[in-house]
Every structure is written in C-alpha cells, then in structure tokens.
C-alpha cells in the first residue's frame, strides 16, 4: 500500500542523491585536475617567457645578434609560449564550464 510507495519513493530520492554526489564530485576532481594543469601550463610559460626575455637581453648586448640560431632559438621559444597559451586558453575554458556546470 502506500508505506510501501512511500518506502520505494524515499529509496528513489536516496538513489537520486548519490548519483548526484557522484557526479558532483567527479566534477570537482576534474575541475583539481584542469586547476592542476593550468598552473603547472602557467608555470612552464612564465618559465619559457624568462628564457625568451633573457635570449633577448643577450642578443641586445651583444653584437652578434645576428647569428641565425639565436634568431632560432628565439623564434622556436616564442612559438612555444604562443602554443602554452592556446592550450592554457583551452582548459580555462574548460575549466569555466565546469564551473557553470557544478
């Protein structure tokens, strides 16, 4: 009768509470993981960014700032840090949704 539709209902909003505390705390572990990444992307950029500013001092104090392979290496860290910051973009996006999300 009606304890047991009671009983199989409060069981439902039980069940419905898990499911729901699961998918809340996936979304927290990925969330970790993508604040996770996106500092270690913004560490490894600021870090790349150093080298590319010191190349760069280098060059400028000295004459031979036309040797090829600093132009090179210059061009090759610049275009690292453009690539860091594309996938940085990405998982803050990312990250921005599953703050929407939660």
């Given at each position: 009768?009606?304890?047991?539709?009671?009983?199989?209902?409060?069981a439902?909003?039980?069940?419905?509470?898990?499911?729901?505390?699961?998918?809340?705390?996936a979304?927290?572990?990925v969330?970790?993981?993508?604040?996770?990444?996106?500092?270690?992307?913004?560490?490894?950029?600021?870090?790349?960014?150093?080298?590319?500013?010191?190349?760069?001092?280098?060059?400028?104090?000295?004459?031979?700032?036309?040797?090829?392979?600093?132009?090179?290496?210059?061009?090759?860290?610049?275009?690292?840090?453009?690539?860091?910051?594309?996938?940085?973009?990405?998982?803050?996006?990312?990250?921005?949704?599953?703050?929407?999300?939660?």
């Amino acid at each position: 009768g009606a304890a047991t539709k009671h009983a199989a209902a409060v069981a439902k909003v039980k069940e419905v509470k898990a499911q729901l505390e699961q998918a809340t705390a996936a979304t927290e572990s990925v969330r970790r993981d993508l604040q996770k990444k996106v500092a270690a992307l913004e560490e490894s950029n600021s870090g790349l960014k150093q080298a590319l500013q010191r190349k760069n001092a280098e060059l400028a104090s000295s004459a031979a700032a036309d040797r090829p392979e600093d132009r090179i290496e210059i061009d090759r860290l610049k275009m690292e840090v453009q690539s860091k910051a594309r996938v940085l973009a990405t998982l803050q996006k990312q990250l921005s949704e599953a703050d929407e999300d939660a």
